[in-house]
């Protein structure tokens, strides 16, 4: 089983929807997660992180953990083309090291 | 600016000539990591270090060597490189307890 798993998609969802991206970890001690935005050819930029403690929401964004069922969601409101991206999903375990999942790739339609 | 700098950003070379990418951070940051991506497989880590004279494998580590003799440098040393490490490699950086600050990466071509 990997550590951290992501639907590699694509998904496609209409401009102004709402995008909803899941990954689900396996080491049931993570303390923090993470997702970052990858374009094509570029380096991943971080989008936002929490901790164990509660969900969070920026702006259009919202991250969300289930500790329960082990699973990390990013919802994205009000979708635009340019959040047309790879979406990464990483969790850190508690020796610090991040893993990352292989990403979805999300396409948003005009 | 706050920033992590890797070069070159491309890189093609034969088999089995050695070749070091280098990364540097101005951020002060404990923490040093190298990536490589390939399509379908995500970011996969080579070599991480928590500190000066301190690293650890990843899950991909055959093949490649680092150091960390200073805290704003994190090379990557291919010694002999292979085909199959052709690749787009990221070093990233974070104090210990938050998110990874990434390079801009460099795709390496091994023939």
């Known amino acids: 089983q990997k550590e951290v798993e992501q639907n590699s998609g694509p998904l496609s969802v209409p401009e102004g929807a709402i995008a909803s991206l899941n990954c689900t970890y396996s080491?049931?001690?993570?303390?923090?997660f993470f997702w970052y935005r990858q374009y094509s050819g570029k380096s991943p930029e971080l989008i936002m992180f929490?901790?164990?403690?509660g969900d969070k929401e920026d702006g259009r964004f919202t991250a969300q953990l289930n500790k329960a069922s082990q699973y990390v969601s990013l919802l994205i409101r009000d979708s635009q083309p340019s959040d047309s991206a790879t979406y990464l999903c990483?969790?850190?375990?508690?020796?610090?090291?991040?893993?990352f999942g292989a990403g979805t790739r999300l396409t948003v339609k005009p | 600016e706050a920033q992590v700098t890797q070069n070159p950003r491309y890189l093609i070379t034969v088999t089995g000539k050695k070749l070091t990418v280098t990364c540097s951070q101005n951020?002060?940051?404990?923490?040093m990591s190298w990536y490589r991506q390939d399509p379908g497989l995500g970011l996969r880590q080579i070599y991480y270090?928590?500190?000066?004279?301190?690293?650890d494998k990843g899950d991909v580590p055959e093949g490649y060597k680092v150091s960390r003799k200073e805290k704003r440098n994190f090379p990557l040393i291919l010694e002999s490189p292979s085909p199959n490490q052709t690749s787009l490699y990221f070093c990233?950086?974070?104090?210990?307890?938050?998110?990874?600050?990434f390079g801009n990466g460099t795709r390496l071509t091994v023939t």
């Open positions: 990233a950086s974070s104090p210990l307890d938050s998110p990874l600050h």
């Open positions: 080491d049931r001690g993570s303390q923090s």
């Open positions: 929490i901790y164990s403690n």
């Open positions: 990483a969790v850190k375990p508690n020796n610090n090291d991040m893993r």
């Open positions: 951020m002060n940051h404990e923490y």
């Open positions: 270090s928590m500190n000066v004279e301190v690293t």
